[in-house]
């Protein structure tokens, strides 16, 4: 890696279910101006913005910047599904480290409709929704949304391989209820027993209703910066990037006929392992990780395509608590995708937001103790997924 980046401001809205948000230019404008006070710098040192969404038109990013500032600054939109935030992320933090920009924003928005992710991966002509078809039809198993059906099928397969209980992704949405419970802007605030999400309807085996994310409409905002524009503006211990990586899909997304590998495992320990290589830092560093939980199926997969649990032992860490407050790691103390909710093109910044306030011991009711080291898990099938790493000296 070039120079070190530092996070020195961030910013989100409260998520909203779909009709009861701004449009997504207002909700962007208040992300990125809670995220410029948060800083302390100003806009006009702002030198690049990487605007990340996914449903809208071609220059959404403008329309959402220029909310804040007409400064003739470069606007680049992203798109990348799930990861669409993190890829923003992800840019903004290249230009900096490359020493192409001395401050950036990088901001997420998704203003959503009901059904948008079902629609989204129940497309016959995409490959991966195509591929997930054929090997449902295979099993027997036909007729269910498209994004449900990969994250199903993997945690089905993953049920075959190792006998896991189905209380046991269950367990892993109501760890999320009760974490969303502290969040004042996470979706939902209600919390349910396993006993609950069990009984709730089903979508596709293993997978109840309270174990899919909802569409969600919301943004986040963050400013990115080098050590000397820090120490120029007077930003001492600021939160910084220990290690970043993006990966695509391998060629056993596809030839190893494994659901659990269509659905990203094998880019997340890659990129898992790309990070830890660069930081220095592994899984018993970090005290608490926002990753990926669209269905709880894929957040049990990604314990163990993070290292945070060996193949096949996600459900012993699951029962022994190693996932909350008390245990090893807090995983998605904000809620997560599951409670917290996941407009696209948001959830990677919004990640970001979370783990900055937790470095910084500003997270509330929901602070994990002594938090120094922090793990995010941004993916999109497609396929792209980012994993980041920071840290507060």
Known sequence: MGRRVNVI?????????????????????KAIREAMKDSGV????????????????????????YEVG????????????????????????????????????AVGFEQMQKGALVAQWNDRTNPLDRHANVMNEEQGVTGAPGAAQMFGGAGREYRWKYGTKRETFAKVAEKARKHAAKNPYALFQETYSVD?????????????????????????????????FAKKHGIANPVWVAGQAMTTDYSSSFDAHSMIKMVGFDMTKAAADKVYAQSGLGPKDVQVVELHDCFTTNEVLTYEGLGLANEGEAEKMIWDGDNTFGGKWVTNPSGGLLSKGH???ATGLAQCTELVWQLR??????????????????????GACVVTMYRRD
């Open 42 to 65: 100003k806009f006009e040192d702002v030198e690049q913005a990487y605007a990340g969404y996914v449903y809208g038109d071609s220059t959404c990013g403008q329309r959402a910047v």
């Open 343 to 345: 407009p696209l093109g």
């Open 9 to 29: 401001g961030v910013g989100m809205v409260k998520f909203q279910k779909p009709g009861a948000s701004d449009d997504y230019n207002v909700m962007a404008a």
């Open 70 to 105: 007409l400064t003739g600054i470069p606007v680049v939109n992203v798109n990348n599904n799930c990861s669409t935030g993190s890829t923003a992320l992800f840019l903004a933090r290249q230009a900096v480290e490359g020493g192409l920009a001395e401050c950036v924003l």
């Open 196 to 228: 609950e999400i069990l009984a709730s309807p089903e979508v596709f085996d293993p997978l109840t209703r309270y174990q899919c994310c909802p569409p969600t409409c919301g943004a986040a905002a963050a400013i990115l910066c080098s050590d000397e």
């Open 361 to 382: 011991g500003t997270a509330g009711d929901r602070q994990v103790p002594n938090a120094k080291v922090a793990l995010q898990h941004n993916l999109g099938l497609g």
